[in-house]
């Protein structure tokens, strides 16, 4: 998502949330991004009579008035009508056309990159709950902020807590404003609630959610999030060889659906398309033997685990999937972790990775049997493609035909 123009827009609605933007006035922050966000439905067109339209004086007249809209010789200008005498204001197409933010898109992409759930939508004109995220045992709910002073921003927090779920924190996001003072930061942090400038706590492109930005404010609870490591898993993490990043729990349904395997990562269900769940498996059984888990990039080309893409897009595409769901790792980097040498690996604990039904007598095997079941079907879907390709290069050209 396009980052100059949102934070722009975002800003603009701090000062006023019911603002509505000219295209003019947008382009020059960026054409690109303007096309960008209105393609994305995150600027809606307004119908908006042009007579109906003000623009700012510039040459500040008596009163300095509201200009309003008129023709003259076949132009469209905005014309001052305390002092017809000076020079009106030549105006395109751009400058009469009237958009509004998509604040109910943004707040859907917002919950879709981050797994949120959770009721979401307006709480007062100035502020909106964007949804929640349980990690481990704590539930987070995430708050967008549209403030710009600290007397403001005091009455729409203690909105947030009135509207807070028990026992579990909130982050509050501002676009620009900040609350400095130490004393009103440390009173939220006490009812669990933090803090955080979009900048802060928002990834761009992504809009993903760094939930962690809330633990650096004072009187905020450090989360027991991890189900407790047993001992033999604790030495595994202490072990220089194994260095495991993560703690996400893995979970793997068996079930498929149009092609799709459904998965669970930590709290959040994800559907992985065919070849993602098969870079996956491999890791997986890689990791389940307890040497690490690295996998080579040669290895991974040698038995087509991934075909007609390099290994670095595979593993993007599966980070990407993966977004939002994960415990601490904001982008997918430390679970899918990279070592410098092309190779890859899972980056957690062994233990941590289930398939289905765990527990019944040869469940291990799940693993093998199913990466023979992807590796044959993705070899048939490119049989089928070779097949189709064949018979479109041996079609008749238009010599041949009678
Ligand atoms: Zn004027």
């Not at 659906?257 to 996956?280: F, K, S, V």
């Not at 093998?368 to 079609?395: C, F, I, M, S, Y």
């Amino acid at each position: 998502m396009a980052g100059e123009l949102l934070h722009f827009l975002l800003q603009r609605l701090e000062q006023l949330p019911s603002a509505t933007f000219r295209e003019s006035e947008l382009a020059s922050v960026s054409t690109s991004q303007f096309r960008s966000l209105a393609r994305q439905g995150l600027l809606v067109y307004q119908q908006k009579d042009p007579e109906q339209q003000r623009f700012p004086c510039p040459t500040p007249c008596e009163v300095a008035c509201d200009r309003v809209v008129g023709q003259v010789g076949g132009k469209t200008v905005a014309i001052c009508e305390v002092w017809p005498e000076v020079v009106n204001v030549p105006l395109s197409a751009a400058d009469l056309a009237v958009y509004a933010f998509g604040m109910d898109h943004f707040l859907d992409c917002f919950r879709e990159a981050n797994g949120m759930t959770g009721s979401f939508g307006l709480l007062s004109d100035r502020l909106f709950r964007i949804g929640e995220r349980r990690i481990g045992q704590v539930t987070t709910e995430v708050f967008l902020c549209l403030v710009n002073e600290a007397s403001r921003a005091e009455a729409v927090l203690a909105t947030v807590q009135g509207h807070r779920l028990d026992g579990g924190r909130a982050l509050c996001i501002f676009p620009s404003f900040a609350v400095t003072d130490p004393l009103q930061v440390q009173k939220w942090g006490h009812e669990q609630i933090g803090l955080a400038t979009f900048s802060e706590a928002v990834k761009l492109p992504t809009l993903q959610i760094n939930l962690s930005v809330v633990e650096r404010q004072p009187g905020i609870k450090a989360r027991a999030s991890y189900p407790a490591r047993t001992p033999a898993e604790e030495r595994d993490y202490g072990n220089h060889q194994l260095a495991y990043l993560c703690q996400d729990r893995l979970h793997f349904s068996g079930t498929w659906q149009a092609r799709r395997h459904t998965i669970r990562m930590n709290e959040t269900e994800r559907q992985l398309a065919d070849h993602l769940t098969r870079l996956l498996v491999r890791l997986v059984i890689e990791l389940k033997k307890g040497r690490g888990g690295w996998v080579s990039t040669g290895v991974l080309e040698r038995e087509n685990i991934v075909v007609g893409r390099t290994v670095h897009q595979a593993v993007s595409d599966l980070r990407k999937a993966l977004l939002g769901a994960l415990l601490d790792d904001v982008d997918g980097t430390k679970l899918i972790q990279n070592d410098g040498k092309r190779r890859y690996r899972l980056s957690t604990h062994p233990n941590y990775v289930y398939p289905p039904q765990a527990g019944l007598p040869g469940s291990q095997d799940w693993f093998v049997l199913t990466l023979n079941n992807l590796k044959k079907a993705g070899v048939k879907a490119r049989e089928k493609r070779a097949v189709q390709q064949k018979r479109w290069a041996q079609r008749p050209g238009p010599s041949a035909r009678p």
